[in-house]
């Protein structure tokens, strides 16, 4: 593990002054993720609609992939025997693939928790009875061949009883530590995950029980937009991360990506954020912009010439597709418009990133939130 700790390694650049934020770099072996980002999600090792290199150029660094839904179709085999998901999925830059925990888990009724590991009916592949420990998750992991992984933990839902979050905080950082043991991938950077609900106190635990376990290069913080609201959340998650986070490892929001608790996190010191609303929302009829959330079913929008936002750089606001036309293929079921969608609200989102690293180096970034939450931007969830 001590050649991985060298490959993967993170320099902080800059800091802000008025904030927590940073602005930093997290090598990997397919090249260097400039932090703060936004890591858009390809849960079946695509990002829906949109091509690979087209992603690249709407400015993603490093994109995710789900070790559930690829576990069960294709499976790591094939994708391992294929070279892997770069290879798989054309893309050559950094991927991040989580555990699959959240979505085992989210089966609710069919799942059998251990000490061991999960056992879990896949109602959504056909039924199959599935057994998953730790070391099986990190098989699968490695197969497939990310460049960061996620060690296997249990999400707890928002709300749930004390002692089923301190139960699941328990057996996450046990499974922390064979997650560690079993990794055994060089060019694969394995995160702990940080637990806890909304219990600051099982939170700390948490971290404290990863760092026994294993030199994790940097550390996912889960459990967080699984029901609560972004005030609850911000209660427990703005003194962990600002306060107790460990310093030289990039700090990870797993599954939060709507444009202004992006913003609040980078203020917490955050550096990494992954969620699918860009492009759920993006199939729903919905963008973002500077003058809030924007749905282009409206009929307000039928007759607008305009581009979704005059300030926007993506392709699709400098291509000079209009509101209108954007409302008519929304209206109209065409594909074209959740791809134009998408593309929009990931750019939007990267670039968002791409901004805020920019102000944390100039040391400006407290004025820049101040800026973003006085503006309609910020009217956005």
Partial sequence: MGEERALFSYEIEGRDVATHARAGVFHTAHGDIATPVFMPVGTKATVKGILPSALGELGAQIILANTYHLAMRPGEELVAELGGLHSFMRWDGPILTDSGGFQVFSLGEHVKLSDDGVTFHAVDYGGEIV??????????????????????????????????????????????????????????????????????DLRLRSLAQLEASGDFPGYGIGGYSVGEDHETMFETLAPLASEHMPEGKPRYLMGVGNPTTLVRGVACGIDMFDCVLPTRTARMGTAFSSEGRLNLKNAVHAHADAPLDEHCGCPVCRGGFSRAYLHH??????????ILLSEHNIFYLTDLMRRAREAILAGEYGAFVEDWMASPAADDY
């Fill in 131 to 200: 057994t998953w420990t730790p070391e099986r998750n990190m098989e699968i992991a490695q197969k497939l061949g990310a460049d960061i992984v996620m060690q296997l933990d249990q999400c707890p839902p928002y709300p749930a009883e004390r002692a089923f979050v301190e139960r699941a905080v328990e057996l996450s950082s046990a499974w922390a530590e064979r997650c560690w043991k079993a990794h055994e991938r060089q060019d694969q950077a394995l995160f702990g995950i940080v637990q806890g609900g909304m219990h600051m």
């Fill in 329 to 338: 293929l929304v209206r109209q079921k065409e594909m074209l418009g959740a």
